[in-house]
């Protein structure tokens, strides 16, 4: 079996590849799907599955391009209720690539329609994909479906469940492979490490610790930080599925398309570093330079629909900010402007 972690630093966020014989399934993809494309031509694969552990609040996925450009078929649980064409799953069903299973585990909590997927090598359970479940030194928040009749202490007691009754049932062997790391605003505690164990995480995981069921529920809706405001908004795209990236662009504008863009409401923002935007900026320019988690802090910070003009050092700056812009559901850069 093959089977690889896409790691994307700036969002926290891992994606997988697993192949066998020739075939290759994809779970949680990222927005910007190439990387997916090249690695299975490499290795010989063909991608025949794009796998969804839930419906992601803090990116968007890029499954359906993924599936349009490899011919796969879409997986996702059946309580997603997408609205593009996929194999809706329930507890217990399989996915085969190759020989290796890949079983799927109904675990709400996080939202409704969250999976885990379990994989069997020779009918052997040796890793699983726990989403936003079960992170390392964390698990995931339950405060998202409320706009789905859920109460987070209705979500936190799912949670409850799916982690003594499934993910804890599991042979302290087995290896945890999550959907984030340290950074992700999905959890409250996530650890830097990208993967773990079962026994590992049953041994040093606060939230995997025995107690009673009200005492779980308590401690998972105490002192929750709000979730950031675009969450809904992409959970709601990756429902629907998003639009090709190649179709989401920003053209150079000239100076006084600026100033009309800016006197009709848009916001500039000045993606490069603070040292050359203190030096000379755009004013009333908002500056979230493109290093670190420059995605995550444009979603938390500017509104989803408010048309941008980007200023960045230069047009491939600016194609770059559109695209990281674009992970997030930030579709509106209406241009960018660029300094000498």
């Given at each position: 079996?093959?089977?690889?972690?896409?790691?994307?630093?700036?969002?926290?966020?891992?994606?997988?590849?697993?192949?066998?014989?020739?075939?290759?399934?994809?779970?949680?993809?990222?927005r910007d799907v190439d990387q997916y494309i090249d690695?299975?031509?490499?290795?010989?694969?063909?991608?025949r599955y794009v796998i969804e552990t839930h419906l992601h609040a803090d990116f968007v996925s890029g499954h359906r391009e993924l599936a349009a450009r490899t011919g796969a078929q879409i997986?996702?649980?059946?309580?997603?209720h997408?609205?593009?064409?996929?194999?809706?799953?329930?507890?217990?069903?399989?996915?085969?690539?190759?020989?290796?299973?890949?079983?799927?585990?109904?675990?709400?909590?996080?939202?409704?329609?969250?999976l885990c997927w379990l994989v069997l090598s020779n009918g052997n359970p040796t890793k699983v994909l726990t989403g936003d479940t079960l992170f390392i030194g964390d698990v995931g928040r339950p405060d998202l479906a409320g706009g789905r009749g859920y109460t987070s202490e209705m979500m936190a007691s799912m949670m409850y469940d799916s982690l003594?009754?499934?993910?804890?049932?599991?042979?302290?062997?087995?290896e945890v492979w999550p959907a984030h790391?340290?950074?992700?605003?999905?959890?409250?505690?996530?650890?830097?490490?990208?993967?773990?164990?079962?026994?590992?995480q049953r041994q040093t995981n606060y939230a995997l610790r025995p107690m009673p069921r009200d005492e779980f529920v308590k401690m998972m809706t105490s002192d929750m930080p709000a979730a950031p405001a675009y969450f809904s908004h992409d959970a709601e795209i990756n429902r629907r599925g998003a639009r090709a990236l190649s179709e989401v662009t920003a053209v150079p504008l000239p100076a006084d398309s600026v100033r009309e863009e800016i006197n009709r409401g848009?916001?500039?923002?000045?993606?490069?570093?603070?040292?050359?935007?203190?030096?000379?900026?755009?004013a009333g320019a908002i500056n979230i330079g493109l290093g670190g988690q420059f995605a995550s802090w444009c979603g938390t910070l500017l509104p989803v629909e408010a048309p941008i003009v980007v200023s960045a050092d230069g047009g491939p700056r600016a194609n770059e900010a559109v695209m990281r812009l674009a992970r997030v559901g930030i579709e509106s850069a209406v241009g960018f402007v660029t300094s000498p």
């Amino acid at each position: 079996m093959y089977f690889k972690q896409f790691y994307l630093g700036c969002l926290a966020h891992a994606s997988y590849l697993i192949g066998d014989g020739g075939e290759a399934a994809v779970v949680d993809p990222q927005r910007d799907v190439d990387q997916y494309i090249d690695e299975a031509a490499r290795e010989g694969l063909r991608i025949r599955y794009v796998i969804e552990t839930h419906l992601h609040a803090d990116f968007v996925s890029g499954h359906r391009e993924l599936a349009a450009r490899t011919g796969a078929q879409i997986v996702i649980g059946a309580e997603a209720h997408a609205a593009f064409p996929h194999v809706g799953v329930r507890d217990g069903d399989v996915v085969r690539v190759g020989s290796t299973e890949l079983k799927a585990l109904e675990t709400p909590g996080h939202t409704p329609e969250s999976l885990c997927w379990l994989v069997l090598s020779n009918g052997n359970p040796t890793k699983v994909l726990t989403g936003d479940t079960l992170f390392i030194g964390d698990v995931g928040r339950p405060d998202l479906a409320g706009g789905r009749g859920y109460t987070s202490e209705m979500m936190a007691s799912m949670m409850y469940d799916s982690l003594h009754k499934k993910l804890l049932a599991l042979p302290d062997d087995v290896e945890v492979w999550p959907a984030h790391g340290a950074g992700s605003a999905c959890g409250r505690n996530i650890s830097s490490e990208t993967s773990s164990t079962i026994g590992k995480q049953r041994q040093t995981n606060y939230a995997l610790r025995p107690m009673p069921r009200d005492e779980f529920v308590k401690m998972m809706t105490s002192d929750m930080p709000a979730a950031p405001a675009y969450f809904s908004h992409d959970a709601e795209i990756n429902r629907r599925g998003a639009r090709a990236l190649s179709e989401v662009t920003a053209v150079p504008l000239p100076a006084d398309s600026v100033r009309e863009e800016i006197n009709r409401g848009a916001i500039v923002l000045d993606v490069r570093d603070a040292a050359t935007f203190g030096a000379e900026h755009i004013a009333g320019a908002i500056n979230i330079g493109l290093g670190g988690q420059f995605a995550s802090w444009c979603g938390t910070l500017l509104p989803v629909e408010a048309p941008i003009v980007v200023s960045a050092d230069g047009g491939p700056r600016a194609n770059e900010a559109v695209m990281r812009l674009a992970r997030v559901g930030i579709e509106s850069a209406v241009g960018f402007v660029t300094s000498p």
